[in-house]
């Protein structure tokens, strides 16, 4: 057996307000949506990866998720444009990464990052 996919499901009564923050800010695209579910994605080839952690690293609490961007400055600007607060960051991380934290619609904290 081959693990070929590993979905993040967030609880929400508002589907819609997903678009907003993965799809408009982050640049997802709608992969699937059957009204009771819609799944963000990208059509390019993504890593499979889950982690377990007692904490976020340099003493930061736990993100629910963690997103790799290309272009931390631009996803920053995006972020910032669209009024969703910073609460940690930006700053370069001793093991190899700037990033941010931010919450989405949901109050998901998201662990926006870049290789240095």
Known sequence: MKVKR?????????????????????????????????TYGSREKMSIQISFASQGGSNTPTPDLSI????IDAALERVQGAGFPIEYGPVDEP??????????????????????
């Open 6 to 38: 590993i979905v993040a499901n967030i609880d929400t009564q508002d589907i819609a307000a997903a678009k907003r923050f993965y799809e408009e800010v982050l640049g997802l695209e709608l992969l699937m949506d059957h009204g009771w579910i819609g």
């Open 68 to 71: 790799e961007v290309d272009d």
């Open 95 to 116: 093991w190899g990464v700037r990033r941010f934290y931010v919450r989405d619609p949901f109050g998901k904290l998201v662990n926006i990052l870049a290789h240095l």
